[in-house]
């Protein structure tokens, strides 16, 4: 018979939850700031607490219809909850093993540590600032990079004035840290 008929599981289609999973470095340590720890766990009690019940409630809705083949409530609220539960499983492993860093420890140093805000410049004059943060949190379009991501291994423990080496698949370039802030300890 041809594959074309036959009937995928929630097994077959529920994919492996590492492979989803951005790389962590050697040791699993997964840095995060106490904002981005923030975030994510929000999002966790968000999807169980809010968002996976009202999926139950309508899965269990659409299965009382009877024919539950063609029950599209039915058929769309358990991909749904698929998703949630996958969603809940990964924020749950990086949870369990984040590492909370508060950059505003390091406020008036002039060394990168996790958390900077480095402004360097290129070879070619060309200044940028980046800012270092967890794998989970970093967003490169608003200048944020992963703290294991090759700019950010470059800039680790250099100071302002130093001169560092970045090796990306363009070959390397020496870059000058210029600028390192840290943000201010907000009052507890």
């Known amino acids: 018979m041809s ?24 040791g699993g340590k997964n840095y995060m700031t106490p ?16 968002e996976r019940p009202k999926v139950v409630e309508a899965v269990h809705w659409a299965a009382k219809n009877g024919d539950r083949s063609e029950n599209g409530d039915y058929i ?3 991909k749904r909850l698929r998703e949630i539960d996958r969603r809940i499983r990964f924020l749950t492993k990086r949870l369990e093993i984040a590492e909370v860093v ?8 002039d060394q990168v540590f996790f958390g900077a805000t480095v402004t360097y410049a ?13 794998i989970d949190e970093a967003d490169s379009a608003q200048g944020q990079v992963s703290w294991i991501s090759p700019i950010a291994r470059a800039l680790l423990k250099a100071r302002e004035g130093d001169v560092v080496k970045l090796v ?16 201010v300890s907000s009052p507890a």
């Open 3 to 26: 594959k074309a008929f036959t009937r995928e599981t929630d097994a077959e289609t529920d994919e492996d939850d590492s492979a989803a999973l951005p790389p962590l470095a050697a």
């Open 35 to 50: 904002v981005g720890y923030a975030r994510l766990r929000g999002e966790l009690l968000q999807l169980m607490d809010d």
């Open 76 to 78: 769309y609220g358990k």
């Open 102 to 109: 508060d950059p505003s420890q390091h406020h008036g140093r």
């Open 122 to 134: 290129e070879e070619s004059g060309q200044e940028r600032t980046v800012t270092i943060l967890g």
């Open 168 to 183: 990306t698949p363009a070959g390397a370039q020496d870059i000058e840290v210029l600028k390192v802030a840290y943000p």
